[in-house]
T-cell receptor, first 113, second 113 residues
C-alpha cells in the first residue's frame, strides 16, 4: 500500500524561487496536514485541511500557501523561497473521527540557498 | 498554548539496557498523549497512545503511562535492541476541529550491539 506519497523527495532552490510540494494519500482520509521538521524543534504544523474544501493555518503559516485539490491531494506552495524555509517537510493524513493516529509521508528535504 | 518537553538527546545505550525517555506536557484541557517513532529515512509512525489519565499505552515492548498529577508521559522499554535506534517524539492532541498534534523536539536514540 502506498499510504501517503510526497514529491519531490529532495529539492534545492535559490532565494526567491517558487515551488510546490505535492502530497497524495490513498486511504480515503478526510484530514490532511503539512508539517516542517527542524533540528531541536520537533515538528511544527504549517497548514491543515480538516476536510475537502477547507484549509486552516497552523503554527507557522507565513510564506506558505496550500491547496486541497480533492480528497486525495494537498499541496504546499512556497511563492518566494527564503533560507529560513530550509527544512524537511512532512505531509500527513488522518481519519475523522479523530483517533490520534496520523499517517506520514517519507518527507521532502528542501534547501534554499 | 499547549506544549511538550522531552529529555534532550542524543541517548546512547547498549543492547538489552533499560530505556526511559522523559516527556512532560502543558495543556489547558485533557489532551490525548502519543509517542511517535521515526526510523532513519522514513516518516513518523505512531508507536503508542493514551487518551485519559492513568491509561497505559503499549506496543512493541514499549510502554508509557498518562500521569495527570505530574503531567508526564515517559516512554520505557525493559530491554532495547539495535533495531530500536530511531528518533522518538512525544506529542499531544487537543482534538479541536481536526487532529492537530503538538510535538516535542524529539530524542535521538542509538543502541549499540
Amino acid at each position: 500500500n502506498a499510504g501517503v506519497t510526497q514529491t519531490p523527495k529532495f529539492q534545492v532552490l535559490k532565494t526567491g524561487q517558487s515551488m510546490t510540494l505535492q502530497c497524495a494519500q490513498d486511504m480515503n482520509h478526510n484530514s490532511m496536514y503539512w508539517y516542517r521538521q527542524d533540528p531541536g524543534m520537533g515538528l511544527r504544523l504549517i497548514y491543515y485541511s480538516a476536510s475537502e474544501g477547507t484549509t486552516d493555518k497552523g503554527e507557522v503559516p507565513n510564506g506558505y500557501n496550500v491547496s486541497r485539490l480533492n480528497k486525495r491531494e494537498f499541496s504546499l506552495r512556497l511563492e518566494s523561497a527564503a533560507p529560513s524555509q530550509t527544512s524537511v517537510y512532512f505531509c500527513a493524513s488522518s481519519e475523522v473521527p479523530d483517533t490520534g493516529e496520523l499517517f506520514f509521508g517519507e518527507g521532502s528535504r528542501l534547501t534554499v540557498l | 498554548g499547549d506544549s511538550v518537553t522531552q529529555m534532550e538527546g542524543p541517548v546512547t545505550l547498549s543492547e538489552e539496557a533499560f530505556l526511559t525517555i522523559n516527556c512532560t506536557y502543558t495543556a489547558t484541557g485533557y489532551p490525548s498523549l502519543f509517542w511517535y517513532v521515526q526510523y532513519p529515512g522514513e516518516g513518523l509512525q505512531l508507536l503508542l497512545k493514551a487518551t485519559k489519565a492513568d491509561d497505559k499505552g503499549s506496543n512493541k515492548g514499549f510502554e508509557a503511562t498518562y500521569r495527570k498529577e505530574t503531567t508526564s508521559f515517559h516512554l520505557e522499554k525493559g530491554s532495547v535492541q539495535v533495531s530500536d535506534s530511531a528518533v522518538y517524539f512525544c506529542a499531544l492532541s487537543d482534538f479541536r476541529g481536526a487532529q492537530k498534534l503538538v510535538f516535542g523536539q524529539g530524542t535521538r536514540l542509538t543502541i549499540n550491539p
